[in-house]
């Protein structure tokens, strides 16, 4: 399975401006800059969309990993937090922070650390950052079961 994105830049870096854009059509021509990336200018820019792959990665995997171990998540909220910082006189990802708080019923807390430090080391976009990825990991309660009822008619 192959998924595609392209990025078309014209300039030079900090006065260019450039548009990125998936197959899929879920980017469209989004803008960036130099000004939405190395500042705090409105925008997108690289370390966003990584956060984005990996918090919306290891949510899908912590609820793998509650499935199989017989635990339906209520809700699971995820952020990332990518640090970009330069290093010397080249910039550089050091870290992704991911911060989860989840309302699983019946999980214990011994088992619920287990399932999200599994989904962390594994998801297919730690993976590929192999870099220090930090967790903080929040089990709160879980509302009520909601009564069954039937699906709308179709």
């Not at 990125?20 to 803008?31: C, F, N």
């Not at 990518?82 to 922070?97: D, E, F, I, R």
């Not at 590929?128 to 039937?150: G, K, S």
Request: with cysteine; proline share 9%.
């Amino acid at each position: 399975m192959q998924r595609k994105a392209q990025a078309i830049w014209r300039g030079s870096l900090q006065l260019g401006k450039g548009e990125i854009s998936t197959l899929s059509g879920a980017l469209k021509g989004v803008p960036y800059t130099f000004n939405t990336r190395f500042s705090e200018t409105p925008g997108t820019n690289p370390e966003e969309l990584i956060a984005a792959a990996h918090a919306s990665c290891f949510a899908m995997a912590c609820s793998a990993g509650f499935s199989d171990k017989g635990f339906e998540p209520e809700n699971l909220e995820v952020t990332a937090n990518v640090t970009l910082q330069k290093l010397g006189s080249a910039w550089a990802v050091t870290s992704s922070l991911l911060q989860l708080k989840a309302q699983v019923a019946g999980v214990p807390l011994d088992q619920f650390t287990s399932i999200v430090e599994e989904a962390k080391n594994n998801c297919p976009i730690s993976k590929l950052l192999n870099l220090n990825i930090a967790l903080e990991a929040h089990l709160e309660e879980a509302p009520p079961p909601r009564p069954w009822a039937p699906p709308p008619p179709q």
